[in-house]
């Protein structure tokens, strides 16, 4: 499953305005090759979202559903029970670690100093969110590689058609894409997102070739 996700590369970080919207926001990824979808609890219904994407992918090895924005123990509980397979928060919180160690699922906690982020692989944390990757920045990646060569680090937020070679060139072994994924939605319908998540993957693939 690690393997899979750092493969695909790219984490869909979908916030819908709906049900409906989120699940037609992440098929039209998943059509553009971006195949890590991180369903956010700011989305109404996210745990129906995921359990309606798990089941529909389900025989798909390549396409993997999790839950983003897990703020407490209560949302990771809903969220396994759901389906999903990795756990994303903004922050790292040692009670949802616990959880993700004991059902053998992967979270990934938000940090933004280097003792977070030596917290979160002493949590067992396979991949940790740089968060907010905006903020940060692509230096971030490096800067943290000088001493702690060995973390997996993933930017969300501030991550863009035109900057994630930048991303890739630091050292990101992942990131989380979301506002720029649906930006076009309103004017173009739900087939902007598969362009735009095609543009991205295909970045991706460029770059790792």
């Known amino acids: ?3 899979c996700m750092k493969a695909n590369y ?3 970080v979908i916030r819908g305005l709906n049900e409906e919207d989120a699940i037609k926001i992440s098929k039209a990824a998943v059509k553009g090759n971006i195949k890590n979808l991180e369903i956010t609890y700011t989305t109404p219904n996210a745990s129906s979202v995921i359990k309606n994407l798990s089941e529909e992918y389900e025989d798909d090895e390549e396409v993997v559903v999790g839950a983003g924005t897990v703020m407490n123990l209560d949302i990771a509980q809903e969220a396994y029970e759901a389906g999903a397979k990795f756990l994303v928060s903004p922050h790292f919180d040692p009670e949802i670690a616990d959880f993700a160690n004991e059902k053998d699922i992967y979270y ?3 940090c933004a100093t280097a003792t977070e982020i030596v917290t979160a692989m002493d949590a067992k944390c396979e991949i940790i969110k740089v968060f907010p990757g905006g903020v940060l920045g692509p230096n971030f990646i490096s800067d943290i590689h000088g001493p702690i ?4 680090l993933m930017p969300s937020g501030g991550v863009s058609i035109d ?9 990101a072994v ?3 894409v979301g506002s720029a994924l649906s930006k076009e939605v309103a004017d173009k319908g739900y087939e902007s997102v598969t362009n735009i998540a095609r543009e991205f993957s295909d970045k991706v693939k460029a770059f790792k070739k």
């Open 163 to 171: 900057n994630i070679e930048t991303w890739m060139e630091k050292g």
């Open 174 to 176: 992942a990131v989380g």
């Open 149 to 152: 060569p060995q973390v997996n």
């Open 10 to 12: 790219i984490f869909a």
């Open 1 to 3: 499953m690690l393997a």
């Open 108 to 110: 990934m906690p938000g």
